[in-house]
Protein backbone atom coordinates (compact mmCIF):
# COMPACT_ATOMS: atom_id res chain seq x y z
CA UNK A 1 0.00 0.00 0.00
CA UNK A 2 1.00 3.50 -0.90
CA UNK A 3 -1.68 5.92 -1.05
CA UNK A 4 0.36 8.78 -1.72
CA UNK A 5 2.37 7.03 -4.31
CA UNK A 6 6.61 8.07 -4.45
CA UNK A 7 8.47 11.94 -3.57
CA UNK A 8 11.51 10.74 -5.64
CA UNK A 9 15.29 12.67 -5.22
CA UNK A 10 17.93 12.37 -7.80
CA UNK A 11 21.01 14.62 -6.16
CA UNK A 12 24.79 15.06 -6.10
CA UNK A 13 27.22 15.86 -8.49
CA UNK A 14 27.81 12.74 -11.00
CA UNK A 15 26.07 12.37 -14.24
CA UNK A 16 22.03 10.83 -14.67
CA UNK A 17 19.82 12.40 -12.61
CA UNK A 18 17.81 14.14 -15.33
CA UNK A 19 18.95 10.95 -17.35
CA UNK A 20 17.22 8.82 -14.58
CA UNK A 21 14.07 11.18 -14.60
CA UNK A 22 14.18 10.24 -18.23
CA UNK A 23 13.93 7.02 -17.71
CA UNK A 24 11.33 6.93 -15.63
CA UNK A 25 9.16 8.93 -17.87
CA UNK A 26 9.86 5.98 -20.65
CA UNK A 27 8.58 3.58 -17.73
CA UNK A 28 6.15 5.35 -16.88
CA UNK A 29 4.80 5.97 -20.59
CA UNK A 30 5.05 2.06 -20.93
CA UNK A 31 2.39 1.37 -18.21
CA UNK A 32 0.46 4.11 -19.73
CA UNK A 33 0.87 6.29 -16.44
CA UNK A 34 -0.11 9.86 -17.80
CA UNK A 35 3.26 12.05 -17.14
CA UNK A 36 4.40 15.54 -17.20
CA UNK A 37 7.91 16.84 -16.82
CA UNK A 38 8.88 20.55 -15.80
CA UNK A 39 11.79 21.93 -16.29
CA UNK A 40 13.07 24.68 -14.06
CA UNK A 41 16.73 24.86 -15.99
CA UNK A 42 16.95 25.02 -19.56
CA UNK A 43 19.76 23.65 -20.98
CA UNK A 44 22.01 25.34 -23.47
CA UNK A 45 20.97 22.72 -26.40
CA UNK A 46 18.33 21.85 -28.09
CA UNK A 47 18.04 18.69 -25.89
CA UNK A 48 17.42 15.04 -26.88
CA UNK A 49 14.55 14.63 -24.43
CA UNK A 50 12.86 17.57 -25.36
CA UNK A 51 12.88 16.37 -29.31
CA UNK A 52 11.59 13.53 -28.27
CA UNK A 53 8.69 14.59 -26.14
CA UNK A 54 7.92 17.23 -28.79
CA UNK A 55 7.97 14.45 -31.78
CA UNK A 56 6.14 11.86 -29.36
CA UNK A 57 4.08 14.79 -28.02
CA UNK A 58 4.58 14.39 -24.57
CA UNK A 59 3.64 16.80 -21.84
CA UNK A 60 6.95 18.97 -21.64
CA UNK A 61 7.50 22.65 -20.35
CA UNK A 62 10.78 24.38 -20.36
CA UNK A 63 10.28 27.21 -18.18
CA UNK A 64 13.96 28.03 -17.24
CA UNK A 65 16.13 30.30 -18.93
CA UNK A 66 20.01 29.20 -18.78
CA UNK A 67 22.04 26.25 -17.85
CA UNK A 68 22.79 28.73 -14.41
CA UNK A 69 21.49 31.19 -12.89
CA UNK A 70 23.51 34.67 -13.44
CA UNK A 71 23.79 37.48 -10.71
CA UNK A 72 22.59 40.35 -13.01
CA UNK A 73 19.20 38.97 -14.01
CA UNK A 74 18.32 37.57 -10.19
CA UNK A 75 15.09 39.70 -10.09
CA UNK A 76 14.09 38.08 -13.69
CA UNK A 77 15.25 34.37 -12.63
CA UNK A 78 13.43 34.42 -9.23
CA UNK A 79 10.24 35.50 -11.57
CA UNK A 80 11.14 31.98 -13.56
CA UNK A 81 11.04 29.67 -10.97
CA UNK A 82 7.77 31.33 -9.70
CA UNK A 83 6.09 30.90 -12.92
CA UNK A 84 7.48 27.31 -12.84
CA UNK A 85 6.32 26.25 -9.38
CA UNK A 86 3.27 28.02 -10.15
CA UNK A 87 2.40 25.58 -13.09
CA UNK A 88 3.80 22.31 -11.34
CA UNK A 89 1.95 23.19 -7.92
CA UNK A 90 -0.84 22.99 -10.87
CA UNK A 91 0.10 20.16 -12.26
CA UNK A 92 0.03 18.13 -9.11
CA UNK A 93 -2.97 19.24 -7.91
CA UNK A 94 -4.71 18.93 -10.80
CA UNK A 95 -5.79 15.05 -10.46
CA UNK A 96 -5.19 14.67 -14.75
CA UNK A 97 -1.27 13.26 -14.00
CA UNK A 98 0.05 9.78 -12.16
CA UNK A 99 3.69 11.36 -12.52
CA UNK A 100 5.06 14.80 -12.61
CA UNK A 101 8.64 15.36 -13.03
CA UNK A 102 10.40 18.53 -11.95
CA UNK A 103 13.87 18.64 -13.43
CA UNK A 104 16.56 20.74 -11.48
CA UNK A 105 13.98 22.11 -8.68
CA UNK A 106 16.62 21.47 -6.17
CA UNK A 107 18.58 24.15 -7.70
CA UNK A 108 15.53 26.47 -7.25
CA UNK A 109 15.35 25.15 -3.52
CA UNK A 110 19.45 25.53 -2.71
CA UNK A 111 19.41 29.13 -4.30
CA UNK A 112 16.07 30.15 -1.74
CA UNK A 113 14.20 30.96 -5.45
CA UNK A 114 11.40 28.53 -3.58
CA UNK A 115 11.25 27.63 -0.17
CA UNK A 116 10.82 23.38 0.76
CA UNK A 117 8.09 24.37 2.73
CA UNK A 118 5.77 25.90 0.29
CA UNK A 119 7.03 23.13 -1.93
CA UNK A 120 6.17 20.11 0.49
CA UNK A 121 2.68 21.57 1.51
CA UNK A 122 1.67 20.82 -1.95
CA UNK A 123 3.37 17.56 -2.14
CA UNK A 124 1.13 16.76 1.19
CA UNK A 125 -2.11 18.13 -0.87
CA UNK A 126 -1.42 15.84 -4.32
CA UNK A 127 -3.61 13.28 -5.24
CA UNK A 128 -2.99 9.79 -4.16
CA UNK A 129 -0.97 7.54 -6.06
CA UNK A 130 1.07 10.24 -8.12
CA UNK A 131 4.83 10.01 -7.93
CA UNK A 132 6.66 13.27 -8.37
CA UNK A 133 10.37 13.06 -9.77
CA UNK A 134 12.75 16.03 -8.14
CA UNK A 135 16.73 16.44 -9.91
CA UNK A 136 19.48 18.73 -9.10
CA UNK A 137 22.46 19.17 -7.21
CA UNK A 138 22.38 19.79 -3.18
CA UNK A 139 18.83 19.25 -2.77
CA UNK A 140 17.84 20.29 0.70
CA UNK A 141 18.25 18.50 3.97
CA UNK A 142 14.55 19.21 4.70
CA UNK A 143 13.76 17.86 1.23
CA UNK A 144 15.59 14.85 1.58
CA UNK A 145 13.62 13.92 4.94
CA UNK A 146 10.01 14.46 3.20
CA UNK A 147 11.26 12.17 0.12
CA UNK A 148 10.59 8.43 0.29
CA UNK A 149 13.14 7.58 -2.34
CA UNK A 150 16.86 9.65 -2.73
CA UNK A 151 19.98 8.82 -5.01
CA UNK A 152 23.28 10.32 -4.86
CA UNK A 153 24.49 10.36 -7.87
CA UNK A 154 28.13 10.47 -7.22
CA UNK A 155 30.67 11.22 -9.61
CA UNK A 156 33.11 8.73 -9.76
CA UNK A 157 34.59 9.68 -13.62
CA UNK A 158 33.58 12.36 -15.67
CA UNK A 159 34.90 12.81 -19.12
CA UNK A 160 34.90 16.60 -19.09
CA UNK A 161 37.39 16.19 -16.58
CA UNK A 162 39.93 14.74 -19.33
CA UNK A 163 38.62 17.49 -22.11
CA UNK A 164 35.73 15.58 -23.55
CA UNK A 165 32.96 18.12 -24.69
CA UNK A 166 29.71 17.01 -24.25
CA UNK A 167 28.14 13.79 -26.36
CA UNK A 168 24.72 14.81 -28.23
CA UNK A 169 22.46 11.85 -27.20
CA UNK A 170 24.11 11.09 -24.09
CA UNK A 171 24.76 14.35 -22.09
CA UNK A 172 21.98 16.59 -23.95
CA UNK B 1 37.00 15.19 -29.90
CA UNK B 2 35.89 11.96 -29.02
CA UNK B 3 36.05 9.11 -32.03
CA UNK B 4 35.09 6.56 -30.31
CA UNK B 5 32.78 7.35 -28.11
CA UNK B 6 31.61 6.83 -24.25
CA UNK B 7 32.09 4.04 -22.28
CA UNK B 8 29.55 4.65 -19.55
CA UNK B 9 28.99 3.07 -16.42
CA UNK B 10 26.33 3.33 -13.95
CA UNK B 11 26.74 1.18 -10.43
CA UNK B 12 26.28 1.44 -6.77
CA UNK B 13 23.60 0.11 -4.33
CA UNK B 14 21.11 2.32 -5.30
CA UNK B 15 17.76 2.99 -7.65
CA UNK B 16 18.66 5.02 -10.96
CA UNK B 17 20.71 1.90 -12.79
CA UNK B 18 18.99 0.97 -15.26
CA UNK B 19 16.55 3.72 -15.19
CA UNK B 20 19.19 6.33 -16.17
CA UNK B 21 20.01 3.11 -18.75
CA UNK B 22 16.06 4.53 -20.25
CA UNK B 23 16.79 8.08 -19.69
CA UNK B 24 20.06 7.74 -22.18
CA UNK B 25 17.90 5.83 -25.01
CA UNK B 26 15.41 8.11 -24.93
CA UNK B 27 17.50 11.31 -25.58
CA UNK B 28 19.57 9.52 -27.52
CA UNK B 29 15.91 8.38 -29.81
CA UNK B 30 15.49 12.05 -29.74
CA UNK B 31 18.30 13.04 -31.14
CA UNK B 32 17.80 10.52 -33.86
CA UNK B 33 20.62 7.92 -32.74
CA UNK B 34 20.24 4.00 -33.00
CA UNK B 35 20.20 2.39 -30.53
CA UNK B 36 19.86 -1.18 -29.12
CA UNK B 37 19.28 -2.42 -25.43
CA UNK B 38 20.20 -6.11 -24.15
CA UNK B 39 18.89 -6.96 -20.45
CA UNK B 40 21.18 -9.34 -19.00
CA UNK B 41 19.15 -9.89 -16.06
CA UNK B 42 15.15 -10.50 -16.59
CA UNK B 43 13.06 -8.29 -14.13
CA UNK B 44 10.16 -10.65 -12.85
CA UNK B 45 7.70 -8.54 -13.98
CA UNK B 46 6.82 -6.66 -17.37
CA UNK B 47 8.65 -3.90 -17.23
CA UNK B 48 7.21 -0.70 -18.25
CA UNK B 49 10.95 0.32 -20.68
CA UNK B 50 10.06 -3.30 -22.22
CA UNK B 51 6.62 -2.33 -23.14
CA UNK B 52 7.21 1.01 -24.41
CA UNK B 53 9.92 -0.38 -26.38
CA UNK B 54 7.85 -2.75 -28.18
CA UNK B 55 5.27 -0.84 -28.48
CA UNK B 56 7.27 1.94 -29.87
CA UNK B 57 9.00 -0.82 -31.80
CA UNK B 58 12.39 -0.11 -30.49
CA UNK B 59 15.30 -3.15 -30.18
CA UNK B 60 14.81 -4.64 -27.11
CA UNK B 61 16.53 -8.05 -25.60
CA UNK B 62 15.61 -9.40 -22.59
CA UNK B 63 18.71 -12.18 -22.48
CA UNK B 64 18.83 -13.23 -18.82
CA UNK B 65 16.42 -15.32 -16.74
CA UNK B 66 15.53 -14.30 -13.27
CA UNK B 67 16.30 -11.32 -10.87
CA UNK B 68 18.91 -13.07 -9.13
CA UNK B 69 20.93 -15.72 -10.45
CA UNK B 70 20.18 -19.02 -8.16
CA UNK B 71 23.37 -21.71 -7.34
CA UNK B 72 21.07 -24.69 -8.81
CA UNK B 73 21.05 -23.55 -12.39
CA UNK B 74 24.69 -21.95 -12.65
CA UNK B 75 25.21 -23.81 -15.10
CA UNK B 76 22.25 -22.86 -17.37
CA UNK B 77 22.98 -19.07 -15.89
CA UNK B 78 26.61 -18.71 -17.45
CA UNK B 79 25.28 -20.12 -20.60
CA UNK B 80 22.69 -17.05 -20.81
CA UNK B 81 25.21 -14.89 -19.96
CA UNK B 82 27.86 -15.97 -22.43
CA UNK B 83 24.57 -15.91 -25.11
CA UNK B 84 23.84 -12.50 -24.22
CA UNK B 85 27.38 -11.07 -24.57
CA UNK B 86 27.87 -13.25 -27.94
CA UNK B 87 25.05 -10.93 -29.15
CA UNK B 88 25.98 -7.76 -27.43
CA UNK B 89 29.65 -8.59 -28.96
CA UNK B 90 27.64 -8.84 -32.39
CA UNK B 91 25.75 -6.08 -32.28
CA UNK B 92 28.89 -3.63 -31.23
CA UNK B 93 30.99 -4.86 -34.26
CA UNK B 94 28.02 -4.63 -36.45
CA UNK B 95 28.83 -1.05 -37.41
CA UNK B 96 24.53 -0.62 -37.22
CA UNK B 97 24.48 0.98 -33.69
CA UNK B 98 25.27 4.54 -32.08
CA UNK B 99 24.63 3.35 -28.67
CA UNK B 100 24.29 0.08 -26.92
CA UNK B 101 22.84 -0.31 -23.63
CA UNK B 102 24.46 -3.60 -21.62
CA UNK B 103 21.46 -3.44 -18.74
CA UNK B 104 22.92 -5.57 -15.45
CA UNK B 105 26.21 -6.99 -17.58
CA UNK B 106 27.69 -5.80 -14.33
CA UNK B 107 26.59 -8.60 -12.40
CA UNK B 108 27.61 -10.93 -15.42
CA UNK B 109 31.44 -9.37 -14.84
CA UNK B 110 31.16 -9.33 -10.80
CA UNK B 111 30.06 -12.99 -11.03
CA UNK B 112 32.64 -13.98 -13.17
CA UNK B 113 30.66 -15.22 -16.12
CA UNK B 114 31.96 -12.81 -18.21
CA UNK B 115 35.60 -11.66 -18.17
CA UNK B 116 36.22 -8.05 -18.27
CA UNK B 117 39.23 -8.57 -20.16
CA UNK B 118 37.05 -9.87 -22.99
CA UNK B 119 34.62 -7.16 -22.86
CA UNK B 120 37.03 -4.55 -23.06
CA UNK B 121 38.85 -6.52 -26.12
CA UNK B 122 35.49 -5.83 -27.96
CA UNK B 123 35.11 -2.37 -26.71
CA UNK B 124 38.56 -1.33 -27.69
CA UNK B 125 37.09 -2.58 -31.34
CA UNK B 126 34.02 -0.84 -31.49
CA UNK B 127 33.35 1.33 -34.26
CA UNK B 128 34.30 5.37 -34.00
CA UNK B 129 31.45 7.10 -31.75
CA UNK B 130 29.17 4.56 -30.15
CA UNK B 131 28.15 5.13 -27.01
CA UNK B 132 28.41 2.06 -24.42
CA UNK B 133 26.11 2.35 -21.31
CA UNK B 134 26.93 -0.26 -19.09
CA UNK B 135 25.01 -1.09 -15.25
CA UNK B 136 24.56 -2.96 -12.49
CA UNK B 137 26.01 -2.99 -8.68
CA UNK B 138 29.44 -3.77 -8.06
CA UNK B 139 31.28 -2.93 -11.54
CA UNK B 140 34.65 -4.31 -11.08
CA UNK B 141 37.49 -1.90 -10.68
CA UNK B 142 38.76 -3.10 -14.60
CA UNK B 143 35.81 -1.54 -15.79
CA UNK B 144 35.75 1.54 -13.93
CA UNK B 145 39.34 2.05 -14.93
CA UNK B 146 38.56 1.57 -18.55
CA UNK B 147 35.46 3.83 -18.58
CA UNK B 148 34.49 7.43 -19.65
CA UNK B 149 32.19 7.95 -17.75
CA UNK B 150 31.20 6.37 -13.93
CA UNK B 151 28.39 7.48 -11.71
CA UNK B 152 27.60 6.04 -8.30
CA UNK B 153 24.31 6.00 -7.29
CA UNK B 154 24.29 5.99 -3.93
CA UNK B 155 21.25 4.78 -1.73
CA UNK B 156 20.28 7.97 0.46
CA UNK B 157 17.04 6.49 0.97
CA UNK B 158 14.70 3.78 -0.29
CA UNK B 159 11.25 3.19 0.18
CA UNK B 160 12.00 -0.63 0.53
CA UNK B 161 12.75 -0.33 3.83
CA UNK B 162 9.74 1.42 4.87
CA UNK B 163 7.91 -1.65 3.54
CA UNK B 164 6.76 0.14 0.29
CA UNK B 165 6.48 -2.12 -2.45
CA UNK B 166 7.71 -1.55 -6.04
CA UNK B 167 5.60 1.06 -7.70
CA UNK B 168 4.58 -0.10 -11.39
CA UNK B 169 5.86 2.99 -13.61
CA UNK B 170 8.52 3.79 -11.48
CA UNK B 171 10.76 -0.03 -9.78
CA UNK B 172 9.57 -1.46 -13.01
Not at 27 to 42: D, E, P, S, V
Not at 162 to 167: D, E, M, S, T, Y
Request: glycine share 10%.
Amino acid sequence: MNPTGLLIVYTGNGKGKTTAACGTLLRALGHGLRATTIQFLKGKWSTGERRYAESNELEWHVMGRGFTWESQELKADKQRVRDAWQLAAEKILSGAYDLVILDEINYALHYGYLSCDELLEVMKQRPDGMHVVMTGRNAPEALVEAADLVTEMREVKHPYKKGIAAQKGIDY
